[in-house]
């Protein structure tokens, strides 16, 4: 079955970093884009970081760029995303996503863990 | 960026009732866009790619249509399982940005 797993989440003070991991399984990791999207309590859908399947390219949205950091393993089937200086705003449920290939939408979603900024 | 416009933010229905959903880009995006529906505490579910392709287990009753600025998410018969929210979203350009959501109530 194919799925996706993040784990990581939790309460992190402003300024403060921390590291979400995304474990995939069911399926060749490696020929996909994976992504990080995320939702703010009680609020859309806002995509935060794509890497491409070899993980030569990512990108990022402006609200992010310059403090989170996507990442690849694929010998481990995993993704990961580095949070640094991290700010209230950033609080939310942060998906993993996989691509449907490297399209641009997401096809298989995990459950999501919830990253608490707060002093 | 893309901006990504829903209409109705909520909607308003019963089983059984025919339901469409408007979404409308800030340019041209072709064809690529997609739908997910998202149920309370739940992760988002695809249901539609390039406008108006199934995604495999999506029943029949949900079908996309559309092209360039507008498209629409029609539900042909309401069923107890469709309540939930829908967003739109674009892939022509990056970065990806969705609809704000359109709830079924």
Known sequence: ?119 | DIQMTQSPSTLSASVGDRVTITCRASQSIRSWLAWYQQKPGKAPKLLIYRASTLESGVPRRISGSGSGTEFTLTISSLQPDDFATYYCQQYETSPWTFGQGTKVE
Not at chain 1, 17 to 32: D, H, I, Q, V
Not at chain 1, 59 to 72: C, L, N, P
């Open chain 1, 1 to 119: 079955q194919e799925q996706v797993a993040e784990s990581g989440g939790g309460v992190v003070q402003p300024g403060r970093s921390l590291r979400l991991s995304c474990a995939a399984s069911g399926f060749t990791f490696s020929g996909y884009a994976m992504h990080w999207v995320r939702q703010a309590p009680g609020k859309g859908l806002e995509w935060v970081a794509e890497i491409s399947h070899d993980g030569h390219n990512s990108h990022y949205a402006d609200s992010v760029k310059g403090r989170f950091t996507i990442s690849r393993d694929n010998p481990k089937d995993a993704v990961y995303l580095q949070m640094n200086s991290v700010r209230r705003e950033d609080t939310a449920v942060y998906y993993c996503a996989r691509d449907a290939g490297e399209q641009g939408f997401f096809q298989l979603w995990g459950q999501g863990t919830l990253v608490a900024v707060s002093s």
